[in-house]
């Protein structure tokens, strides 16, 4: 059962005298994790102690905190960064918020493990409020808006956003170009099949295999970036299921028609694995989604490729349609223990603001890391405006900022996780069916994709109205 499931009880307010399987797991979970805390280092008088998971972040910050720590005063403090594993600090976020122990002054979380903040009553969010602080000193206008979506529940946001991660499609420039074919005549993504369908190779000439587009049936972040590309989501602004949409519907017939049968044109080549390193290595798929902070993993692990490839916006679901979409984040929040006194916070506050939206920071991100800052201030500056050789001298820098305004807003639910599995679920299935008969028309296809989103849609509306304060009805909004 995942965390998810199970931390949803912890609020639930059943009359029953007995603590069900998931309470008792919930206590148990409070309990290690209040230990660990307790078992932590000591801090030292006046140390702000930051929790988070990504070592690649933390490359980035350290010669920030030497600055802040050599130039900081008593009353800020110094910063003792405290790197560990994501199912550590995911563990011990829940422990400290479920038992209101202290645990971090500052705490670095990505989106799938922040929204397990959002499960009970507004009141009981383990991260302080940020809402009111950021209109009052205009920061509101100063972050790209979209980027504030997935640390927002019930229209109060509980984190500084870490990034935009546009998502665009990198192709392989040397094959595309020598065969003639001009990516600018590409805007929809039956476009994508028309122009790119010629230098699919199926098997049958000798040559080796070919396709176009790299793309399991399974991959439930790719078929996410997709469904918010497309206008769809898994739950709306009222915090209501919505697998069911026709939206979602119409990407989960496409998705299967290029994933299966004889005219399929995607095959799986697995990111952050050797054996999908050497398929795109080789040429087997074409193109790739494209967040930001892929061009860095594809840099240093498929370094062969450099001055091969290109970046091109998305193809459109339908004409005039959004070219981008989105892939990951993560975020800076400060948990309300620590955030006790108006001091404390201020305190916190502006480390915070120092790390996270400093121009020093942003430009730190893009060149380590590849990854677009969602500070507005800082997108003139002319590192975006580079030419990166792993793509073909392009100024991707740019390219992604021209696209950080269009990308999708998301919903903060504590649920995603579960939903989306659904919707994985409901295409592997619908995959499954058009093995099992001759090629299905789209139309057809949509009609059993309604179907089994709509059994999904059920799934998690049962788990939805487990919770009293996020149920149908309930007039919220993640």
Request: charged residues 20%.
């Given at each position: 059962?995942?965390?998810g499931?199970?931390?949803?009880?912890?609020?639930a307010?059943r009359?029953?005298?007995?603590?069900?399987?998931?309470?008792w797991?919930?206590?148990?979970?409070?309990?290690?994790s209040?230990?660990?805390?307790?078992?932590a280092?000591?801090?030292?008088?006046?140390d702000v102690v930051?929790?988070?998971?990504?070592t690649e972040h933390?490359t980035?910050?350290?010669?920030?905190?030497?600055?802040w720590n050599?130039?900081?005063t008593?009353?800020l403090?110094?910063?003792?960064?405290?790197?560990?594993?994501?199912?550590?600090?995911?563990?011990?976020?829940?422990?400290?918020?479920?038992?209101?122990?202290?645990?971090s002054?500052?705490?670095e979380?990505?989106?799938?493990?922040?929204?397990l903040?959002?499960l009970?009553?507004?009141?009981?969010?383990?991260?302080?409020?940020?809402?009111?602080?950021?209109?009052?000193?205009?920061?509101?206008e100063?972050?790209?808006?979209?980027?504030?979506?997935p640390?927002?529940s019930r229209?109060?946001?509980f984190g500084?956003?870490?990034?935009?991660?546009?998502?665009m499609?990198?192709?392989r420039?040397?094959?595309?170009?020598?065969?003639?074919?001009?990516?600018?005549?590409?805007?929809t993504?039956?476009?994508?099949?028309?122009?790119?369908?010629?230098?699919?190779?199926?098997g049958?000439t000798g040559?080796?295999?070919?396709?176009?587009?790299?793309?399991a049936?399974?991959?439930?972040?790719?078929?996410?970036l997709?469904?918010?590309?497309a206008?769809?989501?898994?739950?709306?602004?009222?915090?209501?299921?919505?697998?069911d949409?026709?939206v979602n519907?119409?990407?989960?017939?496409?998705?299967?028609r290029?994933?299966?049968?004889p005219?399929r044109?995607?095959?799986?080549?697995?990111?952050?694995?050797?054996?999908?390193?050497k398929?795109?290595?080789?040429?087997?798929?074409?193109?790739?989604?494209?967040?930001?902070?892929?061009?860095a993993?594809?840099?240093k692990?498929i370094?062969?490729?450099?001055?091969?490839?290109?970046?091109?916006?998305?193809?459109?679901?339908?004409?005039?349609?959004?070219?981008?979409?989105?892939?990951?984040?993560?975020m800076?929040?400060?948990p309300?223990?620590?955030?006790?006194t108006?001091?404390d916070?201020?305190?916190r506050?502006?480390?915070?603001?120092?790390?996270?939206?400093?121009r020093?920071?942003a430009?730190g991100?893009?060149?380590?890391?590849?990854?677009?800052?969602?500070?507005?201030?800082c997108?003139s500056?002319?590192?975006?405006?580079?030419p990166?050789a792993?793509?073909?001298?392009?100024?991707v820098?740019?390219m992604?900022?021209?696209l950080?305004?269009?990308?999708?807003?998301?919903?903060s639910?504590?649920?995603?996780t579960?939903?989306l599995?659904r919707?994985?679920?409901?295409?592997?299935?619908?995959?499954?069916?058009?093995?099992r008969?001759?090629?299905?028309?789209?139309s057809?296809?949509?009609?059993?994709?309604t179907i089994?989103?709509?059994?999904?849609?059920?799934?998690?509306?049962?788990?939805?109205?487990?919770?009293e304060?996020?149920?149908v009805?309930?007039?919220?909004?993640?």
């Amino acid at each position: 059962m995942a965390i998810g499931a199970q931390a949803e009880g912890r609020w639930a307010g059943r009359d029953s005298g007995a603590l069900s399987f998931g309470a008792w797991l919930i206590v148990l979970v409070a309990l290690a994790s209040s230990a660990a805390i307790l078992a932590a280092p000591s801090r030292k008088s006046g140390d702000v102690v930051m929790w988070a998971s990504s070592t690649e972040h933390a490359t980035i910050y350290r010669p920030i905190f030497e600055r802040w720590n050599a130039q900081s005063t008593p009353e800020l403090g110094t910063v003792d960064l405290r790197l560990m594993s994501l199912p550590s600090l995911q563990r011990r976020m829940l422990g400290s918020f479920l038992s209101q122990t202290d645990s971090s002054d500052l705490m670095e979380v990505e989106r799938k493990v922040a929204g397990l903040a959002f499960l009970g009553p507004i009141e009981s969010v383990g991260f302080a409020d940020l809402t009111d602080r950021l209109k009052a000193e205009g920061l509101m206008e100063q972050i790209n808006k979209a980027s504030f979506s997935p640390w927002t529940s019930r229209g109060r946001i509980f984190g500084l956003p870490h990034d935009v991660h546009a998502v665009m499609l990198g192709y392989r420039a040397d094959i595309v170009e020598a065969a003639g074919i001009d990516v600018s005549k590409i805007e929809t993504w039956d476009d994508f099949e028309r122009v790119m369908g010629p230098l699919i190779e199926r098997g049958e000439t000798g040559k080796p295999p070919r396709f176009l587009l790299n793309m399991a049936g399974n991959n439930g972040d790719h078929l996410e970036l997709l469904i918010l590309q497309a206008g769809g989501g898994v739950f709306d602004d009222a915090g209501r299921v919505v697998i069911d949409s026709p939206v979602n519907a119409k990407v989960l017939a496409t998705v299967a028609r290029w994933c299966v049968g004889p005219d399929r044109i995607a095959e799986d080549a697995p990111n952050f694995a050797a054996s999908g390193n050497k398929l795109k290595a080789d040429g087997y798929v074409l193109t790739s989604f494209f967040p930001d902070w892929m061009g860095a993993i594809w840099a240093k692990e498929i370094a062969p490729l450099s001055g091969k490839m290109k970046l091109m916006p998305l193809p459109a679901w339908e004409k005039g349609g959004r070219r981008t979409s989105v892939w990951g984040g993560t975020m800076l929040g400060i948990p309300r223990t620590a955030a006790k006194t108006p001091s404390d916070f201020d305190r916190r506050w502006t480390l915070a603001k120092n790390l996270y939206l400093s121009r020093d920071q942003a430009i730190g991100l893009w060149r380590m890391g590849g990854i677009v800052s969602p500070v507005r201030a800082c997108w003139s500056d002319s590192a975006y405006d580079e030419p990166n050789a792993y793509f073909s001298g392009q100024a991707v820098g740019r390219m992604y900022i021209n696209l950080a305004e269009r990308i999708p807003m998301r919903s903060s639910s504590p649920y995603n996780t579960e939903a989306l599995a659904r919707v994985v679920k409901a295409l592997t299935d619908l995959c499954e069916d058009a093995k099992r008969s001759a090629p299905l028309p789209q139309s057809e296809l949509e009609r059993l994709a309604t179907i089994r989103l709509k059994s999904a849609a059920a799934q998690v509306n049962e788990l939805l109205n487990r919770n009293e304060f996020l149920k149908v009805g309930a007039g919220v909004s993640p």
